[in-house]
Each structure stands twice: as C-alpha cells, then as structure tokens.
C-alpha cells in the first residue's frame, strides 16, 4: 500500500493556444485565450505621452513578443550594468499595440496575462493606469473590461523601466520578455490561478485527488451554477467526474471543494513522467460559461534527516543543475523550443532536477518540467531587505514581497515537478537576528497557501551559531551552497535535519581548449581579491581542474555526494554558460564559465563525466583533439562507463589499459603527440561495448551544416539551431578553426541569433556573421510564417566552398 498524506499539483494554466491571426477565436469553449504577442510598436527611451490615443508610433519598431532588447545592444566596458550583466545596456522602453475586441464580447470578462515584464513595468489601457509592477519575474494580469472601447480600436501601452543600475546579479534582459495573453471569459469564470489540486492519499488501487476551485463573479447580480470536473488520462479518456452546485454573490469570489477518487493511478515520475489533465467547466442555466485546465501529476515524495530522498517509495538521488533563465544567443527571450533543446540536453547528461535559480521561471519551463520528468527546487528569492547590489529587489521588499510570493505560490503549486519551495538564495540576513523574523513571516505565507511542499532556503553558512535563518526554525529542508568538505559532519551537526546541496561546485571550462599538464587542481583565484593570473586569451582549460576559491571541482563534489546517503542530492552550478558573472575574468569576458555545457548549446567534456555517473546507457568519452605541435606532450582523459578496463591506442600501437581504481572518475594517459589517430576501446569480461577514435584533422575543405531538426513549423515561433564547423576533406572538424563564418538566410525564416560559446565574444548576438571557437558556431533561425523552403548559404570568403542547407517549412 502506497499513502501519502503530502504532495501534488499541477499547472494552472495551459500554455497559451497559438493563433497566427490578430481576430478573436470563434470556438465552441467559453473561455477564449488569444495569442497577444504579435504587431507591438516598440521605441528604447521615455514617452510619457505614449499611452494616449492621439500619440504617433511611426517611428518606432513593429516587432513580435518576446522581446528583449538588452541583448540587440554593443558590449561597452563602461556599461552601467556592469560585469554582473555582461556590460550589455540596459535603460527605459515603452511598448504600443492597437487591437479592437468584438462589440459582442461587451458583457464577458477580458484580462490580459503577462508572464513576466523586466521591470518596473506600467500597464495602461486607453490612457488609464492598471497598474505597476516592479518584480521582473513575477506573472501578473490586469482586467481590461471596464475601460475597453467595444467594437472600435483601443490602445495597449506598456513602460518598462530598468535605467536603475546594477540591479542584478546576472544578466536579466530588458523588456517584455515572456509571453503575453488576452484572455475572454463570462463575468462567471474561475479565477486567474483559481485551481489547486493535491493527492492527499495514494494508493496502488487508488488515488484521492482533492481540488480547490475559487469561482469568480464578475457581475452586478447574484448567480447560481453547476460546477462540473472531470479527470482526464493521457489518452484523452475521462477516468473520474464531480459535479457540484452552487451560488455565488454579485462582484465577489467563492472557494468550492471537489474529491475524486482515481483508480490504479499510474505514477508520474522522472523516467515516465504521466500527467492526467482535469477540466472544471462551470454551467449557468444550462449554458456553458467556463471551461479551465489543470494539469495534473500522481507522486508522492519524501525527504529523509537519514535516507535522503524518496519519488514514489524508491530511494532517488537527486542529481541536479542550477539554471538562469537566459537562453544564451536569444537572451531573455523565453522561446519553448530554445528551453527545450536546454532540457534535452540536461536530461540526456543524466539530470533529473532543475534548481530554478534565483528567481521564478516562465509558465513553459515550469511545463516542459512536468512533461519531461525534473524534479524542480522553485525559488522566490536572490535578496529580501538587505541589498546584494545597490538597485535591487532590496528596494521593492517592503511593498512587493508578500504579493510577490502569493502571486509565485498560486502559479506554480499545481505542478507535479515542484517539490520544494525555495524563499531564498545566499541571503544576507542569515547573518544577523532579522533572519529569524523574515524566515518565519515567509515560511507562513507559503504554508498558508501550500502545506504539500516543504520550504528551504540556500544557506552559506554552516556554523549554527552564525546562521539565524537556520536557527528560526521555519525550514522544512536544509539547503546548503558549496563546502563540500563539511557534509560528513552534518548528521552530527544539524542532528534530525533533512538536507540537500542546493548549490555546488562552481568550476570553471571553456569549451575546446586544453592546458597542460591536467593532473593538478587549482583554485582561482586562491582567495578572494588575490591577484589575476588566467590565460591570456581569457579561455580555461577544459579539463577538470580549475575550481573557484569557495568552490570545487566537478568530480570533488561528485565524489563526496554519493557517498552521503543522508544528503538528498545536489544541484551544479551550472548546467549551463549564461550571460554575465564571468569570475574570475574582467572584460572583455561577459559570460560565464560555470556551466557543464557552453553558452551556445555545446558540451563541455566534463559533460561525459556526468553522464557516465548519471546514466546506465553505455559511455565512452576521450579528449581532447589530436591536433598538436609535433612531440607535444599531451594528457588523454577517458570518461566510461558499463565497462571494467579501457585501452587506449596510438596509430594502431596500444598505450596499455586502464581500469578506474577506488573512486576514480576518469582515467588518463600521458603522451607524445604524433598525426594520426588515437583510439579508445571498452570492454567487459573482455567484450568491446564501446569504441572510439580521434583523428588528425588535414587542411579545411568544406562547411559543415547540421540542423536539430528538418522541419520547422509555419507559426513564427518554432527555432532551428543549425551547428556550423569547418571539416578536412574526410569529414574530420577542424579543432582549432576560427574562420568568420557569413549567413544568408531567405524563404520562412530568419537569423535571431549567432554565438560560438567563447566566453569574451564581444561581437554581437544579433549578427549576421560569427566566428567558429575551437571549431563551432550555432546560428539561430526562426519562422517567420511563410510556407516557403528556408535556405541558409554559409561562407567564409577564403576560398572554402559555400555550404547551403534547406529546411522544410510545414
């Protein structure tokens, strides 16, 4: 028997239905959710004038939402955002669109949904303020019907304010970045965020499901409905079904409670990850008058002061990555596809957890979580009332916190995939005894509103005398950042406590480049504000061996993690590169080197290392290149898994094998470089299980062009990322190319981003040409909602053929 008296959620609001025209959807559903981010006027500077009818937008942009243009400006050393943010400008922006809403639609209910707006955000309709919001990644919605002009035109504007530098951390992104919705319902509808679903027993046979509805009446006049809710499986077939009835006062809200009873409930986890959907339609004399989605994910989850981590009774490891919510080349623009190539490449390394850092994410992240199966740490906050930078949210605590909380609680709670609430990153206030007070006011106002979760915050401080977050006694879990070397003591430290490293490692690689000899670790700097002494090109050596002074290596905090059955699992800083925070480096370097794959999408070896620890399929990674000065004496790692020996050979002549010993990660060989090609073999019981070589690449020859998919979709949204590389005449990479590579892109599609992964890149995002790194580029392509084949010519203009790729617009 299964029974759980904790757990479950699911999302709120389904994703937005897509619509490629600007008329309103005449559907059978009585709630209508329009695509509203198409034919916005934009303009960088202050016109306070803007939101009035008469004010001219000729010459301003027309452009699609998402939208940053933070990432469309020149890299200046003198940038107001500093280092933090990638020197990438900043400033103030307005946003116009001119749409007209049916003069039938007059009696229903319209509100406009923005997922996220950074920041200082001012939304005005016809000329009337709704309101503002400071919060850059909170969602939010305003209600438009009383101030709509039916049948005729009206005018949507929104200011957003981020001149106030530095006011992050990391790079933020300017403007409305995530998407925006109108939405069309009756006056009696449920409420924005209005479901909450939970699994309060689950068993073998069955589940009980128990969901909150606050059903909302937007009219002058008291009205009685039926309230109708059915579950849904993968399949579409309705398994279960609960009516109710019910009256509701004139201009008010009204909360009504539905149990279900699921039976033989199939289990979301993170290798099946099932979600049922339940659809609540609301009936008013027999009319339809709501319909709202929420889905829904069976599990149940414990953590354990001894066992650690537990997904539905099976001890599990929580083996996760930190990631901010930039999208490397595309910058805060939060596309679906861009977040999902992320999410592949986290889960096909062996992820199963995503730590939202340090912020809340997008509606879509949160969904491809549940879909894809990664457990998610939320987190609300980087900084309460004692500031980190000097314009940051520190300011906005007062006034903003517990709304923004609230507002963070009752949109993500229904997802299966959340299951810890984070109040807190590196907060200064553990330090002093106004921690105590601040950590209890938000534990409660988290618990008031979710008691199926427990709460955490990631702590620096370790030493419980020093730590007065710790000591309020508000936290469920225990979350500490780095210090690896301290967990052994922690069952005797914080005795009786559930704990997880909520932040770790901190390492440092550039992709593709190697120093030798790799068989040393170093710290860099040793300490804080010692003196620089990096690579003069601003590159690291990919080689797991440069950690930050208050971090460790990837294979140090590996090492002492899976020993620990106590601790939950851990979270990488990061699974990736993102824009800003290139410690230890000053300019020109304006991104980071954290990350486990680059900030164009490619790998990093260390990558292989994971994915020979965190998966079962079989693993065979060598590096680096085999390109090298004649007699170079050069370190070859070998990354494997599922076999018991490796041997290495060098133009056919075997170097010896080699087997991990004790808690080996890796093996290595030291040699002289000669052309050729080296080879590693696996094997098990004396059985290959895998091979692979590594040749000497001759002169280039042609461009390579790969694309991660052969179809894009019609819908101006759908992206291509297409990997461009310079190869011999055999189809070897160039390792060490770094031709300037031009793109010409015609038919549906168009260029949106250029990047190489190289972290002190200062050429533009946005251009139409990019240098290769260590051999590679990605180039970025977009619909644009032209059914017409996309051409991209690639050239380099040195006397290296052109390379066309076609791509079939569906």
């Known amino acids: 028997m299964i029974k759980h008296k904790n757990i479950l959620q699911n999302t709120l609001i389904a994703l937005a239905i897509l619509l490629t025209t600007t008329s309103f959807a005449q559907g059978k559903k009585a709630r209508i959710i329009e695509d509203f981010n198409k034919n916005w006027n934009f303009k960088l500077g202050d016109y306070p004038s803007a939101p009035q009818k008469d004010f001219s937008t000729a010459d301003w942009r027309t452009l699609q939402l998402p939208h940053d243009w933070s990432i469309e400006g020149t890299f200046d050393k003198d940038s107001k955002t500093k280092q933090a943010q990638g020197f990438l400008p900043a400033g103030k922006g307005w946003y116009r669109k001119t749409f007209t809403v049916p003069a039938s639609f007059k009696s229903k209910t319209i509100s406009v949904e923005f997922d996220g707006v950074f920041k200082n955000s001012e939304v005005f309709i016809n000329g009337h303020s709704l309101g503002i919001r400071p919060n850059g990644y909170i ?294 005894s106004t921690g105590i007070a601040i950590t209890k006011e938000l534990a409660k106002i988290v618990k008031s509103l979710d008691i199926t979760r427990p709460v955490t915050s990631a702590l620096t401080e370790n030493v419980i005398e020093k730590n007065f977050i710790y000591q309020s006694g508000a936290l469920d879990l225990l979350g500490f950042n780095y210090k690896h070397e301290d967990y052994k003591d922690f069952p005797t430290r914080f005795k009786g406590q559930k704990i997880i490293a909520s932040e770790s490692v901190s390492a440092l690689e550039t992709r593709g480049h190697y120093d030798f000899p790799a068989d040393g670790i170093k710290a860099w700097p040793p300490k804080h504000g010692a003196p620089f002494d990096g690579n003069a090109d601003w590159t690291v050596s990919a080689f797991d061996q440069v950690k930050s002074y208050w971090g460790a290596t990837h294979e140090e905090n590996w090492k002492t993690i899976k020993k620990q059955d106590f601790m939950a699992g851990t979270f990488i800083w990061t699974g990736f590169d993102y824009i800003g925070e290139p410690d230890p480096y000053p300019y020109p370097a304006r991104s980071s080197y954290f990350g486990i794959v680059d900030l164009a999408g490619f790998p990093k070896d260390v990558y292989y290392m994971y994915q020979s ?177 996309i051409k991209i010519k690639a050239s380099t203009g040195n006397g290296i053929p052109d390379a066309v790729l076609e791509l079939k617009v569906d």
């Not at 689950?202 to 969901?211: P, Q, S």
């Open 613 to 789: 620890e965190w998966t079962i399929k079989p693993v065979l990674h060598i590096f680096p290149h085999w390109n090298w000065a004649k007699d170079q004496e050069v370190d070859v790692w070998a990354y494997y898994n599922n076999a018991d020996e490796v041997e290495l050979f060098l133009n056919g002549k075997s170097l010896g094998k080699k087997s991990k010993q004790n808690d080996d990660l890796h093996i290595s060989w030291r040699i002289k470089f000669e052309p050729g090609t080296i080879k590693a073999i696996s094997r098990k019981n004396g059985k290959v299980v895998l091979e692979k070589e590594i040749h000497t690449a001759g002169d280039a020859a042609k461009i390579d062009l790969s694309a991660d998919k052969k179809v894009i979709k019609n819908d101006t949204y759908d992206l291509v990322y297409v990997t461009v590389s310079i190869t011999d005449a055999a189809g070897n990479l160039l390792p060490t190319a770094n031709d300037l590579i031009n793109f010409e892109v015609s038919g549906g599609g168009k260029l949106v981003g250029v990047d190489n992964g190289y972290q002190a890149n200062l050429d533009s995002f946005k251009a139409s040409s990019c240098k290769l790194f260590n051999g590679k580029c990605i180039a970025i392509i977009q619909s644009i909602g032209k059914r017409e084949t």
């Open 139 to 432: 969602s939010f919605s305003y209600d438009l019907s009383q101030f709509l002009n039916f049948g005729q035109p009206n005018i949507i504007a929104v200011k957003v304010d981020n001149d106030a530098q530095p006011n992050s951390r990391w790079y933020t992104g300017s403007g409305i970045y995530r998407n925006v919705r109108l939405v069309i319902s009756e006056k009696l509808h449920v409420a924005e965020w209005g479901t909450f679903v939970t699994t309060p027993e689950i068993y073998k046979e069955k589940a009980l499901v128990h969901l909150e509805v606050e059903v909302k009446n937007d009219s002058d006049r008291e009205k009685e409905f039926i309230l109708v809710s059915t579950i849904f499986d993968k399949n579409n077939d309705d398994v279960a079904e609960v009516q109710a009835t019910g009256k509701i006062a004139a201009n008010s809200s009204s909360k009504k409670i539905q149990d279900f009873t699921l039976k033989k409930p199939k289990l979301w986890d993170t290798e099946n990850p099932y979600l049922y959907k339940i659809i609540t339609k609301i009936y008013e004399k027999g009319e339809l008058a709501d319909n709202y989605e929420t889905p829904l994910g069976v599990r149940f989850f414990d953590f354990d002061a001894e066992k650690g981590f537990s997904l539905n009774g099976k001890p599990t490891k929580i083996l996760g990555v930190c990631l901010h919510h930039d999208n490397g080349a595309l910058g805060a623009v939060e596309n679906i596809h861009a977040l999902k190539r992320k999410l592949v490449l986290m889960k096909e390394m062996g992820v199963n957890a995503i730590r939202m850092s340090h912020n809340p994410h997008s509606l879509e992240m949160m969904q491809l979580c549940d879909e894809m199966g990664f457990i998610v740490q939320d987190e609300a906050f980087d900084v309460w009332k004692k500031k980190k930078v000097t314009n940051d949210y520190h300011k906005d605590w007062d006034a903003w916190h517990k709304k923004d909380l609230e507002d963070f609680i009752k949109r993500d709670r229904n997802h299966p995939s959340v299951m810890m609430w984070s109040i807190g990153n590196e907060i200064r206030e553990q330090f002093d």
